[in-house]
């Protein structure tokens, strides 16, 4: 089993930045890959990053990329999203996510993904 903590959400203007951070607890992460995902009410839930289980393999959806940044630390048990240049589009409920199937490969699909944390709201104004 693992646990998920997702903090760091909050009210923000745009142009700003918030740093995400999700919490480990349970089973080690340092051998999952993980990945952050969005949720605006009435839609489905987004890939927003993602980063192998060492680190060395990130991947961005096209709307935050050069913006957004993953980064993990295994020894903390410790994810985390560094969110810049936040814009009204980027107001979500971000959840954090663990895939404790396979390493692999970096999967982009929410349904890959096994281990989620409780989320925690960005709300970006005008």
């Known amino acids: 089993q693992v646990q998920l903590v997702d903090t760091g959400g909050g009210l923000v203007q745009a142009g700003g930045s918030l740093r995400l951070s999700c919490a480990a607890s349970?089973?080690?992460?340092?051998?999952?890959?993980m990945a952050w995902f969005r949720q605006v009410s009435g839609k489905g839930r987004e890939f927003v990053a993602g980063?192998?289980?060492?680190?060395?393999?990130?991947d961005y959806a096209d709307s935050v990329n050069g913006r957004f940044t993953i980064s993990r630390d295994n020894a903390k048990k410790m994810v985390y999203l560094q969110m810049n240049s936040l814009n009204p589009e980027d107001t979500a409920v971000y959840y954090c996510?663990?895939?404790?199937?396979?390493?692999?490969?970096?999967?982009?699909?929410?349904?890959?993904?096994?281990?989620w944390g409780q989320g925690t709201q960005v709300t970006v104004s005008s």
């Open positions: 996510a663990a895939d404790t199937t396979q390493r692999r490969i970096l999967f982009t699909g929410k349904d890959e993904y096994d281990y």
């Open positions: 349970g089973r080690t992460i340092s051998i999952y890959n």
């Open positions: 980063i192998s289980w060492s680190g060395g393999t990130t």
